[in-house]
C-alpha cells in the first residue's frame, strides 16, 4: 500500500516568503505529526494532531509556523516570511492509533536563501 | 539538554561480524524505545522497538536490549550486510504525556565494509 507521501519533495524560497508543505499521511492513520530535521541532527517534534484535532503544538518554534489538518487526513505545515534558520527538512509522520509505531514520508528539504 | 543521546557519531564494521549500536536516555519517563534507519534522502524507516516492561526484542538480524536501571539500550545486528550501512536512530516515547512525540538521538552513521 502507499506509504506517507510529502510534497514537494524540494522547496527554495527567498527569505521572507511563505510556504507551504503537504503531507498525506497512510489511509485511515488517526496520528499525524511534523518533524524539523536539521543537518547532522535527528528529528525534532513540531506538532501532532489526532483526526483534525491539533493536540500538541509545543515544538513550533516560532508563530511564524502554522499547522492544519482540517479534514483528518492531509495536512499542511506553513511558515510565514521564512528565516534562513528555516532551512531544514521537514518529516511527517502518521500513525494507526495513539503514537508508538511512526511511520514517516521522505521529507520535504527547504532552503531558505 | 539532550534526553536521548547516542555518543558515537559513526561505526564501522566488517561485513558478517557483528553490528553493537548504542543509546542512553535520561527522562525516567520514557517508555517504549524504538530503532530507525535512515538513507540518503529518504524519510526514517522503523526497524525495531521495545517497551520498557521488557528487556529484551529480536526480530530476526536485529535484537534491542533495554537496561532500564542504567537508562540505556543498544541495537544488535548480527550478522552485518552491506545494505545495512545507513544512519541509525534511537528514539522515546513517553506515553504518559499524552503527546506521543518521538525523541530522537542524533544518530550513529554505520558502514558495513564487506
Known amino acids: 500500500g502507499a506509504g506517507v507521501s510529502q510534497s514537494p519533495r524540494y522547496k527554495v524560497a527567498k527569505r521572507g516568503q511563505d510556504v507551504a508543505l503537504r503531507c498525506d499521511p497512510i489511509?485511515?492513520?488517526?496520528?499525524l505529526f511534523w518533524y524539523q530535521q536539521a543537518l547532522g541532527q535527528g528529528p525534532e517534534f513540531l506538532t501532532y494532531f489526532q483526526n483534525e484535532a491539533q493536540l500538541d503544538k509545543s515544538g513550533l518554534p516560532s508563530d511564524r509556523f502554522f499547522a492544519e489538518r482540517p479534514e483528518g487526513s492531509v495536512s499542511t505545515l506553513k511558515i510565514q516570511r521564512t528565516q534562513q534558520e528555516d532551512s531544514a527538512v521537514y518529516l511527517c509522520a502518521s500513525s494507526p492509533g495513539q503514537g508508538n509505531i511512526q511511520y514517516f514520508g521522505a521529507g520535504t528539504r527547504l532552503s531558505v536563501l | 539538554d539532550q534526553q536521548v543521546k547516542q555518543n558515537s557519531p559513526s561505526l564501522s564494521v566488517q561485513e558478517g561480524r557483528i553490528s553493537i549500536l548504542n543509546c542512553d536516555y535520561t527522562n525516567s519517563m520514557f517508555d517504549y524505545f524504538l530503532w530507525y534507519k535512515k538513507y540518503p534522502a529518504e524519510g526514517p524507516t522503523f526497524l525495531i522497538s521495545?517497551?520498557?516492561?521488557?528487556d529484551k526484542n529480536e526480530d530476526g538480524r536485529f535484537t534491542v536490549f533495554l537496561n532500564k536501571s542504567a537508562k540505556h539500550l543498544s541495537l544488535h545486528i548480527v550478522p552485518s550486510q552491506p545494505g545495512d550501512s545507513a544512519v541509525y536512530f534511537c528514539a522515546a516515547i513517553s506515553n504518559g504525556a499524552g503527546s506521543y512525540q518521538l525523541t530522537f538521538g542524533k544518530g550513529t552513521k554505520l558502514s558495513v565494509i564487506p
Open positions: 521495545i517497551s520498557s516492561i521488557k
Open positions: 489511509s485511515g492513520h488517526v496520528s
